[in-house]
């Protein structure tokens, strides 16, 4: 958990949550991995068993005392929606959130057929935005998912893009995140994929945001696309803020 975040789209990150498993390429390289086992040699206590997947009952309460408002991500080391996760412990995470209306929530899962299945058993308020995680369209299926929801705010994050997504039905979908993979091994990002997807949510009038090209240095690479930034959002955080 942090009170400040790298990633471009985010403000702060909350793991009442931590550990995974892979599910599809996309998970291939997963940072969370990394990121796990380097704080596991560091001694952090939430990553004793590294990237084994951990509950963290002591952090629910987190949010409850960042009184400023902050675009949140839930799980940026995890899958919530994880089949180990009970449907409890879920529960309890989205009660903490509608308790906290002055805190945005971003949730992103692989496991759509688990979240459209507990959509009944979830209350679902305007800070709360649910997203799903699309690599190649393969995966595509899981925006019908995502769609099938009761969530007020939906978004797809492109990230890593592993392949065209040439025909992607955005209706019903808020907002759209792409970005190439980073590190060790990273699978490289073509300009035709990110621009068909940039070209379709301009068409279909959703708010594109370009994260990054990735790469081994994603810092060099940058995240510029034909000389400019996209650092488009949902217009509920600008009318929250």
């Known amino acids: 958990m942090s009170n400040g975040s790298t990633i471009e789209w985010t403000e702060a990150t909350w793991n009442?949550?931590?550990?995974?498993?892979?599910?599809?390429?996309?998970?291939?390289?997963?940072?969370?991995?990394?990121m796990a086992k380097r704080l596991q040699k560091a001694g952090q206590p939430n990553y004793a068993q590294g990237f084994k997947l951990t509950v963290h009952e002591?952090?629910?309460?987190?949010?409850?005392?960042?009184?400023?408002?902050?675009?949140?991500?839930?799980?940026?080391?995890?899958?919530?929606f994880h089949k180990k996760v009970s449907s409890e412990f879920i529960q309890k995470v989205f009660s903490v959130m509608n308790q906290t209306r002055w805190h945005?929530?971003?949730?992103?899962?692989?496991r759509s057929d688990r979240l459209r299945k507990m959509d009944q058993k979830l209350r679902?308020?305007?800070?709360?935005?649910?997203?799903?995680?699309v690599e190649t369209q393969e995966y595509a299926f899981r925006i019908d998912h995502?769609?099938?929801?009761?969530?007020?705010?939906?978004?797809?994050?492109i990230e890593p893009m592993l392949g065209p997504l040439?025909?992607?039905?955005?209706?019903?979908?808020?907002?759209?995140?792409?970005?190439?993979?980073?590190?060790?091994?990273?699978?490289?990002?073509?300009l035709e994929w990110v621009l068909e997807v940039r070209d379709q949510c301009l068409k279909q009038g959703v708010p594109f945001f370009f994260k990054q090209w990735g790469g081994t240095n994603r810092k060099k690479a940058g995240r510029?696309?034909?000389?400019?930034?996209w650092d488009q959002m949902p217009l509920q955080v600008y009318a929250q803020k």
């Open 16 to 34: 009442p949550v931590t550990g995974c498993s892979k599910i599809s390429p996309g998970c291939q390289h997963c940072y969370a991995e990394r």
């Open 104 to 110: 945005t929530y971003q949730i992103l899962t692989k």
């Open 166 to 190: 040439r025909s992607i039905n955005l209706k019903g979908i808020d907002w759209v995140i792409v970005g190439g993979e980073s590190g060790p091994g990273a699978r490289p990002l073509r």
């Open 224 to 229: 510029s696309l034909e000389g400019r930034t």
């Open 146 to 157: 995502l769609r099938q929801t009761k969530a007020l705010l939906k978004f797809i994050s």
């Open 124 to 133: 679902w308020n305007e800070n709360i935005w649910m997203g799903v995680s």
């Open 58 to 80: 002591h952090t629910l309460l987190l949010p409850m005392r960042w009184k400023s408002p902050r675009l949140i991500f839930v799980n940026s080391m995890s899958d919530l």
